[in-house]
């Protein structure tokens, strides 16, 4: 299993949407909720985040490999917990 990073602003209409999905998923399937998720704050932690080849939030990482970027649906944010499942 691989974790996820998600970056993120508070606030971003996108990044709360993500985050309903995420917490509905984990709902669904129990075992994504096994699944380590760091989400980062772009604005908090710029210097974590220069690190990233990203331009929109919500975005979503595993191991470093960009798998979603953008306006968030429950299928794309499974596309990325099944990529951490493999």
């Known amino acids: 299993m691989k974790g996820i990073t998600m970056f993120m602003f508070a606030g971003c209409p996108h990044c709360k949407k993500a985050k309903d999905i995420i917490d509905e ?3 669904e399937k129990p075992e994504y909720a096994e699944i380590p998720i ?4 772009e604005k908090l932690d710029p210097k974590t985040a220069d690190k ?3 331009y929109y ?3 979503f990482f595993v191991d470093g490999e960009k798998i979603h970027e953008g306006v968030p649906t429950k299928e794309k944010i499974e596309n990325v917990f099944k990529k951490a499942c493999e």
């Not at 760091?38 to 704050?41: K, N, P, S």
């Open 25 to 27: 998923l984990c709902a």
């Open 38 to 41: 760091t989400a980062i704050d």
């Open 52 to 54: 990233y080849d990203y």
């Open 57 to 59: 939030v919500p975005t």
